[in-house]
């Protein structure tokens, strides 16, 4: 069964600080991770990620995918009470359109 | 429109009764997808429909659920005798569909809030 995996759960940090979030996933025919903030309700798209190796960087958000590994960071600098969210990540899939999505990490920054 | 557009924002109903959400995709795309969040759950997709038809309704839970889609845009879910569990927020999502063989940007709508009392 394809499965997603994100870590933490949850994780409050104070404004200004720098933090990781983790996502590892065990899917058949992988083809791109995406990364989603998701603040109300509506995720907003953040990254798609197909190759092993290279970062994309929005401001102070940047992610990289590891195929070896089968995971991916999203990393944020210099947070800001406006990055309190959940961040998802998802797996694409080769032959499929759905997404399989992890749990999220729920994110509180603190001022 | 300029975004993905769902209604109701909340639908509150008896065990039992029947309920039809909707969703409006971003105008032009033709693919649509739904997926259900439960309480500090990932999203789990629900069915996928490329124009009309619905190449992929793997995830529908069970035969209370169905999703129909006409003239290309317009998509409504149908829950019948609803569940407590059905309780979820129910997402939409479209995508222009054109992406090949490459992984298609969802772009998600607020999603309606169903509570099954």
Same mark, same amino acid.
């Given at each position: %069964?394809?499965?997603?995996?994100?870590?933490?759960?949850?994780?409050?940090?104070?404004?200004?600080? @720098?933090?990781?979030?983790?996502?590892?996933? %065990?899917? @058949?025919?992988?083809? #791109?991770?995406?990364?989603?903030?998701?603040?109300?309700?509506?995720?907003?798209? /953040?990254?798609? /990620?197909?190759?092993?190796?290279? %970062?994309?960087?929005?401001?102070?958000?940047?992610?990289?995918?590891?195929?070896? %590994?089968?995971? #991916?960071?999203?990393?944020?600098?210099?947070?800001? @009470?406006?990055?309190?969210?959940?961040?998802?990540?998802?797996?694409?899939?080769?032959?499929?359109?759905?997404?399989?999505?992890?749990?999220?990490?729920?994110?509180?920054?603190?001022? | 429109?300029?975004? *993905?557009?769902?209604?109701?924002?909340?639908k509150v109903t008896e065990k039992g009764k029947d309920v =039809?959400?909707?969703?409006?995709?971003?105008?032009?795309?033709?693919?649509?997808?739904?997926?259900?969040?439960?309480?500090?759950?990932?999203? =789990? +997709?629900?069915?996928? +429909?490329?124009?009309?038809?619905?190449?992929?309704?793997?995830?529908?839970?069970?035969?209370? +659920?169905?999703?129909?889609?006409?003239?290309?845009? *317009?998509?409504?879910?149908?829950?019948?005798?609803t569940?407590? =569990?059905?309780?979820? *927020?129910?997402?939409?999502?479209?995508?222009?569909?054109?992406?090949?063989?490459?992984?298609?940007?969802?772009?998600?709508?607020?999603?309606?809030?169903l509570t099954v009392l």
């Amino acid at each position: %069964e394809d499965k997603v995996v994100q870590s933490p759960l949850s994780l409050v940090v104070h404004e200004g600080d @720098t933090v990781t979030l983790n996502c590892s996933y %065990e899917v @058949t025919n992988f083809r #791109s991770l995406l990364w989603y903030k998701q603040e109300k309700k509506a995720p907003t798209f /953040l990254f798609m /990620l197909t190759s092993s190796g290279i %970062e994309k960087k929005s401001g102070r958000l940047s992610s990289i995918l590891d195929k070896k %590994e089968l995971s #991916s960071i999203l990393n944020i600098t210099a947070t800001q @009470t406006g990055d309190s969210a959940i961040y998802l990540c998802a797996a694409g899939i080769q032959g499929a359109q759905k997404l399989v999505f992890g749990q999220g990490t729920r994110l509180t920054i603190n001022p | 429109g300029a975004g *993905v557009s769902q209604s109701p924002s909340n639908k509150v109903t008896e065990k039992g009764k029947d309920v =039809e959400l909707r969703c409006d995709p971003i105008s032009g795309h033709t693919a649509l997808y739904w997926y259900r969040q439960s309480l500090g759950q990932g999203l =789990e +997709f629900l069915i996928y +429909f490329q124009g009309n038809s619905a190449p992929d309704k793997s995830g529908l839970p069970s035969d209370r +659920f169905s999703a129909e889609r006409t003239g290309g845009s *317009v998509s409504t879910l149908t829950i019948q005798r609803t569940q407590q =569990e059905d309780s979820a *927020v129910y997402l939409c999502a479209s995508s222009t569909g054109l992406a090949g063989g490459n992984t298609d940007t969802q772009y998600f709508g607020p999603g309606t809030r169903l509570t099954v009392l």
